[in-house]
Every structure is written in C-alpha cells, then in structure tokens.
C-alpha cells in the first residue's frame, strides 16, 4: 500500500502562485510514476500534469501549459506542483496520485493510489 499526504493548498489571488507537495510513504518512491488530478464542483477530475519514476517524461493538461510545472525528488520521496500565474478557473481540489508501473499516465483509472486532496482557491 501507498499512502500520499497532500499540503500546499490554499487562497491566493489571481496572477499568483502556489507549490503544492505530495509525500509518499509505505512503497519504494522511485519506482512509482506520479500525476496531479483536479477536481472542481460539479466537474469531472481533471488531469493536471504527470511524472514518469525516472523524471524522463513530463505531460501536462492543456489548461495548465506553460503556468504550472512538475517535479520529483526521490531522495524525499515528494512530488510537487509549481502553479504560477494562477487563474480562478483553477480553483479545485488537487490531488496527487502514484501507480505502481513506473509510467507517467494521464487518465484516473492508471492510478492505484490517491491522496486525500488539498483546496486551491483563486479570488479574482
């Protein structure tokens, strides 16, 4: 089993920015492929961005190109998520995500394990 630990969220105003974490424990975090999901009221979870074990490969959604960035540090078993000029339509509940094929993925059902979520929130 894999338990991930979200932190990071909060308020911020627009045009501002935000790192959130994820903090893997019970399984070897090196060998696990890593992605970010958000989810907002009343929408689907939506894919944010992902990480491949060995940091060769990074994908991203298309509403967060170019503002948000990904990256892993296995010797502390974290991911993180760079949010840069942030929006009110990222406004979501992120969640971090791991899967046990070392592959970066970016649809939910390739995940095995999820965080509990940490809240975004963009004011305008």
């Known amino acids: 089993q894999v338990q991930l630990v979200e932190s990071g969220g909060g308020l911020v105003q627009a045009g501002g920015s935000l790192r959130l974490s994820c903090t893997a424990s019970g399984s070897t975090f090196s060998s696990l492929g890593m992605g970010w999901f958000r989810q907002a009221p009343g929408k689907e979870r939506e894919f944010v961005a992902t990480?491949?074990?060995?940091?060769?490969?990074?994908s991203y959604g298309d509403s967060v190109k170019g503002r948000f960035t990904i990256s892993r540090y296995n010797a502390e078993n974290t991911v993180y998520l760079e949010s840069n000029n942030l929006k009110p339509e990222d406004t979501a509940v992120y969640y971090c995500?791991?899967?046990?094929?070392?592959?970066?993925?970016?649809?939910?059902?390739?995940?095995?394990?999820w965080g509990q979520g940490t809240q975004v929130t963009v004011s305008s």
């Open positions: 990480i491949g074990a060995r940091e060769l490969y990074t």
């Open positions: 995500a791991a899967r046990k094929r070392g592959l970066s993925g970016s649809r939910p059902s390739q995940y095995d394990y």
